[in-house]
């Protein structure tokens, strides 16, 4: 059992899990949110990750983004789980999360339809970076505010816009500091057409010079955009330094999630030290996928004859083909050991590298991918069992 994560689990009100692509944060957040909702607290995973591999983790097949879905006592029970409280998955959609924010903000429902159907919003939701971390950032928030679970589990994007997650609250702060806004005005307050009260952006001169330059108009919409928006501006920023106390304070915990191969390791360490620098130094890192080490072949000498024999007789193998077999089980055994070893090598590094910041953490690779409740069920089972398999009945290999 792990008692780092065992603890985050049970205490945390948000858990990210971070990481380069590909090495299991999404795998992981499911995990978590298994744990945490078996130990009866109600959890829901939220994934921002555009791709639908959260749904597909959980074995729940085709899941709208945007829709909150729980997944059933019944399911878990086939796999001797029993949740204690309810366990939610939601994949974000950035679109209805914008506009939903937009809604809490402003209170007139016709600005509400004016700012969301905009065409400037809209681009926003379909392309403008760091949209969707904002987006997230939206989102999280409300869910905390609703008080509707106790552990919100967000798995984030890979790690090259991991930062720019985090850094939303932020840049929300930066964007709406007053500073900039005045700095957009300027040249429309020095040519005296903005009165304080009617801020006419569009009429700034950077926003009609640049949006000639654009030919999109794209400037334009913008100053329009944030003409309407302006009321909602003093909620959002707000908003923005609330969430950044919560993701700095004891709340929130972060779990670093790595490979064994050199680069994901290294790349994970930096994004721990990016994140330490940020003042949300993670807890633990997850080193996913460790090779196990190989099943001890026969050791009586002539091991290889006895079993070509019995390959012949016992499952109608040519003899050829059956020592062919042989030959590649030890070949295969050999490559193994030494990934295993390798795996155990890199380990060590990684523990050096850390340099005791924070902990690490090891899950086997699994002979397949985790695409159902059975396989988190065996990854949850590798970090936090035994105590936990007291109250899981289905055979516990742990020893
Ligand atoms: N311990 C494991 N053993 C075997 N396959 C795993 C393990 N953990 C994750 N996987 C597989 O690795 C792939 C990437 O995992 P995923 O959680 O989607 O990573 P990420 O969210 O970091 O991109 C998936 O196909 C998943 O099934
Ligand atoms: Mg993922």
Redesign the pocket.
């Known amino acids: 059992m792990n008692r780092v994560l065992d603890n985050l689990c049970r205490t945390s009100q948000v858990l990210f899990t971070v990481?380069?692509?590909?090495?299991?944060?999404?795998?992981?957040a499911a995990v978590l949110g298994l744990q945490a909702a078996l130990s009866g607290r109600r959890t829901l995973v939220m994934t921002v990750?555009p791709?639908l591999?959260l749904a597909d983790?959980l074995g729940l097949g085709k899941v709208r983004p945007g829709r909150r879905v729980t997944i059933s006592g019944r399911r878990l029970e086939r796999h001797g789980l029993q949740l204690r409280a309810g366990l939610e998955m939601v994949m974000l959609d950035t679109g209805r999360s914008l506009a939903a924010a937009v809604s809490r903000q402003v209170a007139s429902r016709k600005l509400q339809r004016r700012i969301v159907e905009h065409p400037f919003f809209q681009r926003m939701c379909e392309d403008l970076a760091g949209a969707r971390e904002y987006a997230a950032m939206e989102e999280l928030y409300h869910r905390l505010q609703r008080g509707e679970h106790d552990l919100v589990v967000v798995?984030t994007p890979?790690a090259n816009h991991a930062l720019d997650f985090f850094d939303a609250p932020e840049k929300v702060l930066q964007v709406l500091d007053r500073r900039a806004w005045r700095w957009l005005m300027r040249p429309a307050l020095l040519a005296g057409s903005v009165g304080r009260r009617t801020l006419d952006f569009s009429s700034g001169y950077i926003v009609r010079t640049l949006s000639r330059f654009t030919g999109m108009k794209f400037l334009a919409e913008l100053a329009s955009f944030v003409n309407l928006f302006a009321g909602a501006l003093e909620g959002l920023r707000q908003r923005a330094e609330h969430l950044r106390q919560i993701m700095r304070s004891d709340r929130s915990a972060f779990v670093l999630?790595a490979v064994p191969e050199h680069h994901p390791a290294e790349q994970a360490l930096r994004l721990g030290r990016r994140l330490a620098a940020r003042e949300m130094t993670p807890r633990l890192l997850v080193v996913?996928?460790c090779q196990p080490p190989a099943g001890a072949l026969p050791g009586s000498p002539g091991w290889q004859e006895g079993l070509v024999r019995r390959l012949v007789a016992e499952e109608g193998a040519g003899e050829a083909a059956a020592r062919r077999a042989v030959v590649a089980l030890e070949r295969g055994h050999r490559l193994q050991r030494r990934l295993a070893l390798r795996d155990r090598r890199r380990l060590a590094a990684l523990e050096r590298q850390a340099e005791g910041r924070f902990p690490l953490a090891t899950?086997?690779?699994?002979?397949?991918?985790?695409?159902d409740i059975a396989?988190l069920e065996q990854?949850r089972r590798q970090l936090f069992a035994p105590a936990e398999a007291r109250s899981a009945p289905a055979g516990r290999e742990e020893s």
């Open positions: 990481g380069p692509g590909g090495v299991g944060k999404t795998t992981l990750d791709a591999r983790a798995d890979p999630v996913n996928r899950v086997a690779l699994l002979e397949q991918d985790v695409h396989g990854i």
